[in-house]
């Protein structure tokens, strides 16, 4: 079946530092794959988002590009902030298909 | 721009004790969801609703009963909470489920304790 693996977390950063968080997939076929972040005490909101290869998503100085051949969508900031500080998760979703597939989530901490 | 709204944002229940978790969203979605989110275990969907007068069990059903009202609302009830049951709980919605570039649309949350 369909899968998400996430990075382990937690992940620590000083602030400014160059943030990845990996997502690697299990699928067959084309989905489109997503970045949400979960802020603390609050629900999960679409950060980024690419439908098909190469395509590369960014928002808020994120980015994340996906990559069929190593079937990937890493998030990346070049530059991170202390307000960065939240659970992020990758999901992915084919057409025809109701459900979103998500990650476990992983956990980043920007110290100042 | 209320989005998706969950009541209450935090309950305490006893072993044994029902309850009923409101969600209600206002951007006229035609699908809706529950998600319970446990540590290391991400989001585990529980019922989804495709449309008014639909429901569907996900990966997690077991425990729980849902109710589409109507398009607007989809409640999740628990009729003999368990401690197995403390978790938060998560609604979503989702105008074109079927189309793959589609994302859902969360609520806040309910934090969810059985004693």
């Known amino acids: 079946g369909n899968s998400v693996t996430q990075m382990e977390g937690p992940v620590t950063l000083s602030e400014e530092a160059f943030l990845t968080i990996n997502c690697t997939y299990t699928?067959?076929?084309?989905?489109?794959l997503f970045w949400y972040v979960q802020y603390p005490g609050e629900g999960l909101q679409l950060l980024l988002k690419?439908?098909?290869?190469?395509d590369k998503g960014s928002n808020k100085g994120f980015e994340a590009t996906y990559r069929k051949e190593t079937t990937s969508f890493h998030l990346e900031k070049g530059s991170v902030q202390v307000s960065d500080s939240a659970v992020y998760f990758c999901?992915?979703?084919?057409?025809?298909?109701?459900?979103?597939?998500f990650g476990t989530g992983t956990r980043l901490t920007i110290i100042p | 721009n209320a989005g998706v709204t969950q009541t209450p944002k935090f309950q305490v229940l006893k072993t044994g004790q029902s309850m009923t978790l409101q969600c209600a969203q206002d951007?006229?979605?035609?699908?809706m969801y529950w998600y319970r989110q446990d540590p290391g275990m991400g989001l585990r969907l529980i019922y989804y609703?495709?449309?008014?007068?639909?429901?569907d069990k996900g990966e997690v059903p077991n425990g729980y009963n849902v109710s589409r009202l109507n398009k607007r609302e989809f409640s999740l009830r628990l009729e003999s909470a368990a401690p197995s049951q403390t978790s938060v709980y998560f609604c979503?919605?989702?105008?074109?489920?079927?189309?793959?570039?589609?994302?859902?649309?969360f609520g806040d949350g309910t934090r969810l304790s059985i004693l």
């Open positions: 979503a919605s989702t105008s074109r489920a079927q189309v793959r570039n589609q994302p859902q649309h």
């Open positions: 699928a067959t076929g084309y989905p489109s």
């Open positions: 690419a439908t098909k290869a190469d």
């Open positions: 999901a992915l979703k084919y057409e025809g298909n109701e459900k979103l597939t």
């Open positions: 951007m006229n979605h035609n699908s």
């Open positions: 609703s495709a449309s008014e007068g639909t429901t």
